[in-house]
């Protein structure tokens, strides 16, 4: 275990307050520029864009069941949009600019309000220019609570992230085309909640619901606990049928969650939620320890399933999606806008990436559904690089090599090279996105999307 040393400084953890979550949706929201410390103390401040001046934007909290309105108050010199991660909502309102709504203007207001008929960990960000303005600061997270919830000492959120911060407090300038057509835009910082190795007082004996999110650009974490132990009892908000105990690494890619329940074991002062890196790891929050020694408990009851929409495998319609592009690919042409282009004149327009032939979002969907039909989709990555792609509207499910259902996920991850399968019931109509969630390969042509009428 390591401290983070920070340009050649020991930070001194940047503690804050915790934001207290808010019981009630809030019925606005304003996106402005916002200044914040984010670098160490001695070091300027950070000039974010954010959610009502909180980076993070605050915690935005329902209860499953219920209805969230929401003005959203564009102050930004750019137009925006919000999407709300991972809900299974009205698609009128899932703030994809162009597909399911134009861009809030500057100055401009618009209103989303929708059901929320699943519990779980979700987050809201800019779906407008998000390589850009989810890195400004743009996200916060969204927590709609079960009507009966597990029974816990705390009921923590750790939206992690990692920024790519100047010495002197700037963010690092975006469109450098090394992020657009390689892994995507990583951070030199990692963030916990807005704050570098936050801490937060746990007790012993205490059990602990921790939920974690990735806003982070591109980055994959490896993540480990030290001093907790429990299980993982959700993974992009839907509860397993079985927590699982909780290994000793656990990945998390950009835009997934993943709730934990854990015990406070230790017998140390302190616990650390860690990053895996490659020279070692290193403390992305840290948790200070009090009390008696305590034991492991019992493993928890899973949660209460979200509302579920079977998945009918045998009379699926398949469909295949190939994933191109990108530095050391083979990619040589792609289509645009219904026009062939070559690899030079794709790199001028910035277009590193394509889906089955198409760089950028296509003018037609990759599938035209009927309400209800099963869908399965295999996806080959030939690639050099790994993407989180991501399906709006829907939760699917992985086909497993064994022909057996993984969980449900809004987010999956493929390898360089790898070929998965996943498979979902068109319960929802409208158009959905189906993108890479890494913002820097969407931006670079990685997206797509879907029709259920
Ligand atoms: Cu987190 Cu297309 O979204
Ligand atoms: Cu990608």
Redesign the pocket.
Known sequence: MHRRHFLGTLAASGVLPRTALSQQAPDVLTAATHRQQILPAGYPETTLWSFDAAFPGRPLRARQGDRLALDVVNDLPQPTAV?W?GLRLDNAMDG?PYLTQAPIQPGETFTYEFDLPDAGTY?Y?S?AQ?MEQVERGLYGPLIIDEINPPDVDQDLTLVLDDIRLNQDGTIGEFGNFHDLSHAGRIGNLWLANGQIDPAYPIKRGERIRLRLISAANSRIFTLGLAGLEGWIVALDGMPLADPQELPDQITLAP?QRMDLIVDVTTDDDEAFLITFERDGGYAIAHFPVSGAPSPKRAKPDALPANPDFPIDLQNARAATLLIEGGAMGGMRAASVDGEQLGARDLAQRGLFWALNGTAGRPEDPLLDLKLGESVRIGMANDTAFPHAM?L?GVHFAEVLPDGSLGPLRDTILLNPQETREIAFQAHNPGDW?F?C?MLAH?QAGMGTWIRVS
């Open positions: 999407h991660h994809v987050w960000h779906h998000s835009a991501h709006h996105l993108h969630h969407h």
